[in-house]
C-alpha cells in the first residue's frame, strides 16, 4: 500500500512539474550567432571594396552579371581563359539560406564568422550561400581556374575569403 501511495505522489509531483505543451520545435540547421546584414545593396559590385579586391588578386574590373535570376557581381583574377580564378557575389534579398539547403540535398552545412552556410562544390565552382538576413543570403560562387596563384587555394577556399571579406563590408541591419 505504501509503495502505491509513493507511486502516486511521485506521479502528482511529475504532472505538476509538466506545462503540457508540446516541446518547441527546433529549427532545422545551425542557428546565426552574429548580427544579421542588410541585404539591400544598390550597387552589387560595391560588396568587395577595391582594397578587399586587391588583397583578393581580383584585378579585373569588376561587372554587374545575374545568375538564376539573382542580381550580383563578378570578380575576377587574369585571363578569364588563363590562370586564375573568379567569384560571383550576390546580395540576395528574397532567396534563403534554408531554401538553398534544402533545394541541393547534398549541400554540407558549416559555420562562417557565425554565420550558417551551405556548401555545394561541383564542376561550376564552389557556392557558399550564407544565413547573413532573416529574408535573404549572401550567395559567392568562386571558380579557380588551373594556375592560379597557390595563395589562392581551391574553389572553396577562395569563395571562402570572399565571404569574410563580404561579410565585413555588408551593414549590419
Request: aromatic share 4%; with cysteine; hydrophobic share 40%.
Amino acid at each position: 500500500m505504501r509503495e502505491g501511495l509513493g507511486l502516486i505522489a511521485v506521479g502528482l509531483v511529475l504532472a505538476a512539474c509538466s506545462s503540457g505543451a508540446p516541446p518547441a520545435e527546433e529549427p532545422e540547421g545551425p542557428r546565426r550567432a552574429a548580427p544579421a546584414k542588410s541585404l539591400t545593396a544598390s550597387d552589387p559590385c560595391a560588396l568587395l571594396t577595391e582594397e578587399q579586391r586587391n588583397a583578393l588578386a581580383l584585378d579585373q574590373a569588376p561587372a554587374p552579371t545575374e545568375r538564376d535570376g539573382v542580381r550580383g557581381c563578378e570578380y575576377g583574377s587574369g585571363a578569364p581563359d588563363g590562370p586564375g580564378w573568379s567569384a560571383f557575389v550576390a546580395a540576395d534579398p528574397t532567396g534563403t539560406y534554408q531554401q538553398f539547403a534544402d533545394a541541393h540535398q547534398g549541400a554540407q552545412q558549416l559555420d562562417i564568422a557565425g554565420y550558417p552556410v551551405a556548401k555545394v562544390n561541383d564542376t561550376t565552382g564552389c557556392t557558399l550561400v550564407v544565413d547573413a538576413a532573416d529574408t535573404g543570403s549572401l550567395r559567392v560562387t568562386a571558380l579557380v581556374r588551373p594556375g592560379a596563384p597557390i595563395e589562392v587555394g581551391g574553389s572553396c577556399d577562395a569563395a571562402t575569403k570572399v565571404v569574410e571579406a563580404t561579410l565585413l563590408t555588408l551593414p549590419t541591419a
